[in-house]
């Protein structure tokens, strides 16, 4: 990291109408302590003027390589950054990086960083998909550039598809990973499909009351939204979670364990890695009432629930009969309490082997972790190789932590 107290971040903008999205992605920047210089294209300049980067980044702004000649300024940008991030990165920007050209202060400053580089491409779909466009993100992924997106959605005028901006805040969370962690977003996932499920459903008891946990689903996200940035294909099963869908995942929601059940169940037959960090409820009321039930007809001790399925056993059990790869991996999440006779990791174990689960992600509740909280610790648990202890630190940086070590499982078999 370079010196001094803050984090340096390089903020490319080029120009594309997305460039105003850029503005909440330094302010997210600035507010978490990074030193953030904007290095706009002319064309960006178009979309925001100077004045409101440099208000928002306390910093001056320029775009030619002729300002602050004494000083170099690309050279001295671009060796004292910790991170270059390019929001929005438009076909043209990333065709020059392609190409190595340096024509303005940006890419100049691109061909001087030591430091990660990520990009968020933002363009109409027909540019998206271009095979020339295509070529370019493959030669920056080659090179060791994260590309962050672009998501499915509304573009300019009528048209929705993919080529629309990663959402800010998304891409202020992996920027800060990258910063956290030079090295957690490889490219290494490349053409692996992977199914993440997130959130926590619910089950009705009648049309206003539900039997519910307190996940969240920020935990599901980081690892769908990661497994995207390393280049997989991801499609996120979300139960009642209320987020942007992850850039670059197919997202299907649902509510109640059984629709959760079911949606894996479609999904399973082609999947390279399954991780179930989806809090599943294990009971339902097990009758459901089509009107709402009065108070003075409701006896709380009288309301009878039924197991909901093993959503995780049932992989399990799917895989031995041949409905999904030999070779996928499965991994499932266990939010624990510990006790007199055993510890969180003790019974995390134990749950791992009775569900016979490649892999468990052990959390401890009550801790300021797990639960609705953006930081994480506990256990990455393997039925056949290392266990590793996994630090406080952001949901982001456990994602990272966990497909490191499930790229590893894979490459040892």
Not at 125 to 153: C, D, K, Q
Not at 180 to 188: S, T, V, Y
Not at 202 to 207: F, G
Not at 315 to 343: M, N, W, Y
């Amino acid at each position: 990291m370079a010196t001094g107290d803050k984090p340096r971040v390089v903020l490319g903008v080029s120009g594309g109408i997305a460039a105003y999205k850029s503005c909440d992605v330094l302010r997210s920047l600035t507010e978490t302590g990074h030193h953030v210089d904007v290095v706009p294209t002319e064309s960006a300049l178009r979309f925001v003027g100077s004045a409101t980067f440099e208000a928002l980044s306390g910093n001056p702004v320029t775009d030619g390589v002729f300002s602050d000649v004494p000083s170099v300024r690309h050279v001295r940008l671009g060796q004292q950054a910790d991170l270059v991030l390019v929001v929005p990165a438009t076909a043209d920007l990333m065709a020059r990086m392609a190409h190595g050209n340096a024509d303005d202060l940006l890419t100049a400053t691109l061909l001087t960083a030591h430091c990660p580089v990520a990009i968020a491409p933002a363009m109409h779909t027909e540019m998206w998909e271009h095979a020339a466009t295509r070529a370019n993100v493959a030669t920056l992924r080659e090179r060791g550039v994260t590309v962050i997106g672009p998501a499915i959605g509304r573009l300019t005028g009528k048209d929705t598809g993919p080529g629309r901006l990663a959402e800010p805040n998304e891409i202020a969370d992996l920027a800060r990973l990258l910063i956290e962690r030079p090295n957690a977003l490889p490219a290494d996932l490349d053409g692996l499909n992977v199914v993440v499920t997130a959130g926590g459903t619910r089950e009705s008891l009648d049309p206003v009351r539900f039997l519910t946990n307190r996940s969240s689903g920020k935990q599901g996200y980081a690892i769908a939204r990661v497994a995207a940035a390393r280049g997989a294909n991801v499609t996120m099963i979300a139960a009642n979670v209320d987020f942007p869908e992850p850039a670059g995942a197919q997202v299907v929601r649902v509510s109640s364990a059984d629709q959760l059940a079911e949606a894996v169940r479609r999904e399973m037959g082609a999947a390279d890695v399954i991780v179930m960090a989806a809090a599943v409820s294990d009971f339902r009321p097990a009758a459901y009432s089509e009107a709402k039930i009065k108070k003075s007809e409701l006896e709380p001790d009288a309301i009878e629930l039924t197991k909901n399925p093993d959503i995780l056993v049932g992989l399990v059990t799917s895989r031995a009969q041949g409905d999904i790869p030999a070779d996928c991996t499965i991994v499932g999440f266990a939010a624990e309490t510990g006790d007199k006779q055993h510890s969180v990791e003790e019974y995390g174990r134990a749950k791992m082997a009775r569900k016979g689960a490649d892999m468990m992600v052990v959390n401890s509740v009550g801790d300021g972790g797990a639960f609705e909280s953006d930081h994480n610790s506990g256990w990455i648990l393997d039925a056949v190789g290392a266990d590793e202890p996994i630090e406080h630190g952001s949901k982001y940086a456990l994602a990272a932590q966990l497909w490191d070590h499930i790229g590893t499982r894979r490459s040892a078999r």
